[in-house]
């Protein structure tokens, strides 16, 4: 871009658009912020950062530093994982005030593997307005770049850290025909994709979204039989923030094929093939043989 058409892109009438708007009072402004890139904030999330009474964060320092970026200060509320209920209680005792409060996460959207939902709640449930501020958020990105195609997706957020909780979270996914969507911390990408081998079959598609719209951003997409060897092929690679994309399950016939798989699956987590058989059955109405089958199949594909 040259100097020319940034100045023009600070003269747009749209920037002043977003100040005349309605803001009103009595009001929870949910803003996004950028995952990486600061540029990625939105002129109306800027807008209403500037205006807001106060911004409750999860980390104060981290939303200080945001906001001094854009030539912001506001006062802040700490309202983070371990202190929602009470914060809930503050926020909205200055809304009834006739306050505007934003509430922003470390990054992205809030709510979204993010602390906010437990304050929203108290806040719709007290019968004040709530308002989203959409933008950045790490899930979304990673779809759209991912090149799978396909309509749907299921959001599964953080694994279970545990091994055997994450194989039994796994096992219930199997049968799911969404494309999954996981996030997960640096420390435990390969902890996350030795699980993900053990249980899903080797063709399926898997999509890297690492670093999104840092200075090292990857996008890759391979089989997940050949994950691992990308993952430990470069060793910054266990450093970087991730979003993993798993190809939904290829449709297998009609809309119950997929239930019963899952249920079967998450049988096979606790049971024997034989059980799991049986009481799939006996909780789908299918039949045992064809659910047995399909038992030694998944297991088959696990091991
Ligand atoms: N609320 C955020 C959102 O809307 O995306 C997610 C917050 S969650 C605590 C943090 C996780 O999001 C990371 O562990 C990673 O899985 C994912 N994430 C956040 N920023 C990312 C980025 N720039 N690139 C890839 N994944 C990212």
């Not at 929602?84 to 992205?108: M, T």
């Not at 249980?199 to 598609?205: K, L, N, S, T, W």
Request: hydrophobic letters at 50%.
């Amino acid at each position: 871009m040259t100097e020319q058409q940034s100045s023009t892109i600070a003269q747009l009438p749209v920037l002043s658009e977003a100040a005349q708007q309605s803001y009103p009072t009595a009001t929870l402004y949910i803003v996004a912020t950028p995952i990486g890139n600061v540029a990625d904030i939105s002129v109306r999330a800027l807008h209403v950062l500037g205006m807001v009474d106060a911004v409750a964060c999860e980390d104060t320092r981290n939303t200080g530093h945001l906001l001094s970026r854009f030539g912001l200060s506001r006062p802040m509320i700490a309202a983070h994982q371990h202190n929602e209920r009470e914060v809930a209680d503050k926020i909205i005792h200055r809304l009834q005030a006739g306050e505007r409060i934003a509430l922003v996460s470390d990054a992205g959207t809030p709510g979204v593997s993010d602390p906010g939902a437990r304050i929203v709640d108290a806040v719709r449930a007290a019968g004040l307005r709530v308002v989203p501020l959409p933008g950045a958020s790490a899930a979304i990105a990673a779809i759209s770049a991912s090149g799978l195609v396909n309509d749907q997706f299921h959001f599964v957020g953080f694994l279970p850290a545990k091994a055997k909780q994450r194989e039994a979270a796994l096992l219930a996914l199997l049968g799911t025909s969404a494309t999954l969507v996981l996030y997960e911390a640096p420390h435990r990408i390969v902890d996350c994709v030795a699980a993900l081998a053990a249980v899903f079959p080797p063709a399926r598609q898997v999509v890297f979204a690492r670093e999104l719209t840092k200075l090292f951003e990857e996008i890759h997409r391979c089989p997940l039989g050949q994950a691992m060897a990308w993952v430990q092929a470069d060793a910054h690679r266990e450093k970087g923030e991730f979003v993993v994309l798993v190809e939904g399950a290829p449709a297998t016939g009609d809309a119950g094929d997929a239930e019963a798989e899952r249920i079967l699956a998450i049988l096979l987590a606790e049971c024997s093939v034989k059980q799991a058989a049986s009481l799939a059955a006996q909780i789908t109405g299918r039949k045992k043989n064809a659910l047995y089958e399909r038992a030694l199949q998944i297991k088959g594909d696990a091991g």
